[in-house]
């Protein structure tokens, strides 16, 4: 009746966007807006939009447009600060900060707006101002699960314990509970050692995931299977094809691939970083796409239409993953590999690949997918990574003499009763040090605060700096012996020690997260550093830096093995995995349902 009626025609625009019909939507409000270019509501739910849509640089634009009319709507500042953060560049981040600022200053009690500004300091590294902005946050929603669980992240990524206990309780009771929104597994996965908490957390947010992105939780239709005889097309799914420590473990994989039987494709939606490793991976495959300015359908649909049989997602829930692009099911295969350390409670992701010690056979209740057990151990490695020359000690900042423990672990693994122990070994052994990375200073200036409430002089906690990947390893030769974490084992810091010479000593416990360091032991013929408790872990550790001969014996042995351990035996790793793809496609073809894959 009136074609021109903005009331109408801005509501029709939100049912539009509400019932998932964007592109009408995006229709309307770009109507109303050039029948009123100045009505800011339009423009948001426009910005919203071309946000969701990828088009970040557009989102921006259209809310500074907005601000313009209307510089005092906390939302817009709120908006053009998080499509800063989808940016993920120094500067977007930096203008991202400025956002959230301006609308504290607006609403100074608006906690949405101090956790975001937390999150982006986080990421930019200014740990102390991340903290402040998380606890601000929490003070004014004090039962919000998100904010509890990013603070105490943000405390474990500076070694700052004050709260430990209390934060760890509140996060493991959260993942049992069906919380809106549910707690991010990953986040669980470094405090908690039982196999339930982790199942029930996972269960939780997939179940949210995937009524997120698909409305009802129901799937697409995939794919029916393709004729015999063609070589399956096989996808990996990663933001971290890039300097990242999947793309050190995984670059011999896809490069040694059988062609005449599979074809390999890359779906990146990580930044390029124009490093070598980069250049090398984008060498490795048949195909290299980049879905970084898609949104999670578009992804799915350029996945779905390549005609990809497999899809192999390597982040899982960890941070930066987009686990939006496989709960929309773009393939009729898809498995869970490498990133994530455990389940992802998803109907949606078929398989994971471990092997009998990380994903015992006995355990696959504790998985809602099918488990692929591989013969060996379920961790690839690269044969092709450099090792640098090894320094003198003095070179290190490390004493000449006295024995070195060593632990390169990102420091959010770090827990309390872990340090406490390695304090005591380090009591117990006069002379001998802890090294460790210095991932920030913070971090540094607690755990040497820590060290002397444990009447242990801070001066014997030598912090080494982050050093490119050949330098890194060729330093880990100096030291005698890596303490590994619990119950957040050393994974690629696991297989760089062993690759490097250094022995390793593990605890490993009943989640997949503590048995990878065990897992790698067993695979490089070293079975006798696996403890089952940390009174045994400590024993032993003490027992190694006392008895030099023994010491020297292990070392002696890991070296003559590295040539030889199916560890780092990568063509044999492949043939293993090109085996689980065809079995897992041999299924699929049948029409059965998944099932548990041993090779």
């Known amino acids: 009746m009136r074609p021109d009626y903005l009331p109408a025609l801005y509501n029709l625009g939100l049912v539009l966007h509400e019932s998932g019909r964007f592109d009408e939507a995006e229709a309307c409000f770009r109507r109303l807006l050039a029948l009123d270019p100045a009505d800011v509501d339009s423009l948001f739910h426009l910005g919203a939009l071309c946000q969701r849509n990828g088009r970040t640089a557009e989102a921006a634009e259209t809310y500074r447009v907005a601000l313009r009319h209307a510089p005092e709507n906390v939302h817009l500042w709120m908006r053009l600060g998080e499509v800063g953060i989808a940016q993920f560049s120094e500067r977007s981040l930096r203008d991202a900060a400025d956002c959230f600022r301006r609308a504290l200053r607006l609403q100074p009690d608006f906690a949405d707006a101090h956790f975001n500004l937390g999150y982006v300091r986080s990421l930019d590294g200014r740990h102390d101002e991340a903290l402040a902005g998380f606890q601000a946050a929490l003070r004014l929603r004090p039962d919000m699960v998100a904010f509890q669980s990013s603070l105490l992240g943000e405390m474990q990524r500076i070694c700052d314990w004050s709260r430990f206990d209390e934060l760890c309780a509140l996060q493991r009771r959260s993942s049992l509970e069906r919380s809106e929104p549910p707690v991010y597994p990953f986040s669980l996965i470094s405090i908690s050692p039982a196999p339930a908490e982790q199942l029930a957390c996972a269960k939780n947010f997939a179940r949210s995931l995937s009524v997120r992105v698909t409305g009802d939780g129901a799937h697409p239709r995939v794919r029916s299977a393709q004729s015999a005889g063609k070589r399956r097309r096989i996808g990996y799914l990663s933001a971290e094809f890039h300097e990242h420590a999947t793309a050190y473990l995984t670059a011999e994989l896809f490069e040694l691939h059988d062609r005449s039987r599979f074809e390999i494709v890359a779906y990146s939606y990580g930044p390029d970083d124009r490093s070598a490793i980069r250049a090398r991976l984008r060498r490795s495959f048949d195909r290299f796409v980049d879905l970084r300015l898609l949104p999670p359908e578009q992804s799915a649909a350029v996945i779905h239409s390549d005609g990809v049989e497999i899809l192999v997602d390597l982040k899982g829930f960890t941070v930066h993953a987009r686990p939006e692009i496989a709960a929309l099911r773009p393939a009729p295969v898809q498995v869970s590999y490498l990133g994530y350390p455990g389940t992802m409670g998803a ?8 092997d009998r010690f990380v994903t015992p056979v006995e355990r696959a209740g504790e998985y809602t997918e099918k488990l692929v057990l591989m013969p060996d151990s379920y961790q690839v490695n690269d044969r092709r990574r450099p090792v640098a020359e090894t320094p003198a000690r003095a070179a290190l900042g490390l004493p000449e003499s006295g024995f070195v423990f060593c632990c390169f672990n990102q420091a959010y693994k770090i827990l309390p009763e872990v340090f406490s122990l390695w304090m005591r070994m380090l009591d117990a052994v006069p002379g001998s040090v802890l090294w460790l990375l210095e991932w920030n200073p913070w971090a540094a200036q607690n755990l040497r605060r ?15 700096p982050l050093l490119p990947l050949p330098e890194h390893l060729g330093r880990l030769a100096v030291a005698d012996l890596f303490l590994d974490t619990f119950p957040y084992n050393a994974h690629t810091t696991a297989s760089d020690a062993l690759w490097a010479g250094l022995p390793l000593l593990t605890c490993a416990g009943e989640t997949f997260a503590s ?24 024993a032993l550790g003490v027992r190694l830096a006392r008895a030099p001969r023994e010491h020297a014996g292990l070392r002696n042995r890991l070296s003559r093995n590295r040539a030889s351990a199916p560890l780092f035996d990568t063509p044999r790793f492949t043939r293993h995995l090109e085996a689980a793809y065809e079995k897992m496609w041999e299924i699929h073809r049948a029409g059965s349902a998944p099932r548990l894959i041993e090779l």
Do not use: C, F, Q
């Not at 109907?347 to 471990?354: A, C, E, M, P, R």
């Not at 409430?453 to 906690?461: G, T």
């Open 347 to 354: 109907d949606y992701i078929d398989y994971l690949v471990g």
């Open 450 to 464: 820590e060290a002397a409430a444990r009447n242990i002089d801070p001066a014997r906690l030598i912090l080494a």
């Open 515 to 538: 048995r990878v360091a065990g897992s790698l032991l067993k695979a490089v013929g070293m079975p006798e550093l696996i403890t089952h408790t940390l009174a045994d872990y400590e």
